[in-house]
């Protein structure tokens, strides 16, 4: 689904030129949930904007399904299967009701519109929101509104999701109202799913784990196996999900805990067996 082949991003500033990705290769298949940590700067959403060619490379390529985003002709048939999500929610909805927003992209596709009325409530429906179709936007949560713009995408039927740290402006409902919709279109519909976060217990959920660190892959992983490695994630300057480093303590401690133990129920199950 997704092919990067030691890919380069550079950009130029009077002072110097920078290397935000360097040599990056990956490979990510049909249905898999991907998600990308990294501190500020390790270049996780310069990598993510090359997925729909929002950025071009400077060296290696970049293939969506086959389609080398470096070929102006691939560009429309690129962004039609690679939806993005970004953090804020207000900047992503233009119209005013609900259901007029989430019709906008297939609108722009040319989609006849006995068509797009199917498509909208089909994606209302996918992210629970089908009962706020003539709300105004301005009128919902931060939550809600993510799930909107999710809803705008999906109804433009991509094959890939990539959402660039979506919940970095939610609350702590928000961030879980999000999570669930994008959890029930990657394992209900089998959407492609990249998701770019700071929150280690939102990447816990993947089905892997990439770590960047200036410009590079430096771990790529199960959850379990990712987090397990405490100290190299310290030592990254990144968090662990809080039971993972419970565990590391209680078995620093003698404790007998299994390693890369990511949620309340497995560390209730290690410590009450």
């Known amino acids: 689904m997704i092919a990067v082949k030691d890919l380069v991003h550079q950009y130029s500033t009077p002072q110097r030129v920078i290397q935000a990705l360097k040599g990056i290769d990956l490979v990510i298949e049909k249905g898999d949930f991907v998600a990308i940590i990294g501190h500020n700067g390790s270049g996780k959403s310069t990598l993510a904007k090359h997925l729909n060619a929002l950025l071009l490379p400077s060296g290696g390529s970049v293939e969506i399904s086959g389609m080398d985003t470096s070929e102006k002709d691939n560009l429309w048939s690129i962004r039609q299967q690679v939806g993005m999500v970004f953090q804020n929610p207000d900047n992503q909805i233009i119209a005013n009701t609900v259901e007029e927003d989430v019709a906008f992209g297939p609108e722009n596709l040319g989609i006849e519109p006995g068509k797009i009325r199917t ?20 009128l919902l949560s931060g939550g809600q509104k993510q799930r909107v713009a999710i809803a705008g995408i999906v109804a433009m039927r991509p094959n890939i999701l990539v959402l660039d740290e979506p919940t970095a402006m939610l609350d702590p409902i928000g961030r879980r109202e999000v999570m669930d919709t994008v959890l029930r279109l990657n394992r209900e519909e089998g959407l492609t799913v990249v998701h770019i976060t700071h929150f ?20 790529d992983g199960t959850p379990r196996d990712v987090f397990s ?16 480093e419970l565990g590391d303590i209680l078995a620093k401690e003698g404790l007998e805990i299994p390693r890369g133990v990511l949620t309340v129920e497995e560390m209730v199950v290690a410590l009450c067996p």
């Open 119 to 138: 498509l909208v409530d089909d994606a209302l429906s996918s992210v629970g929101m089908k009962t706020f179709t003539k709300r105004a936007p301005h």
């Open 200 to 219: 280690m217990e939102e990447a816990a959920y993947a089905k892997r784990v990439i770590v960047m660190e200036e410009g590079i892959i430096v771990l």
């Open 229 to 244: 490695q405490v100290e190299e994630l310290q030592k990254l300057r990144l968090d662990v999900p809080a039971m993972t």
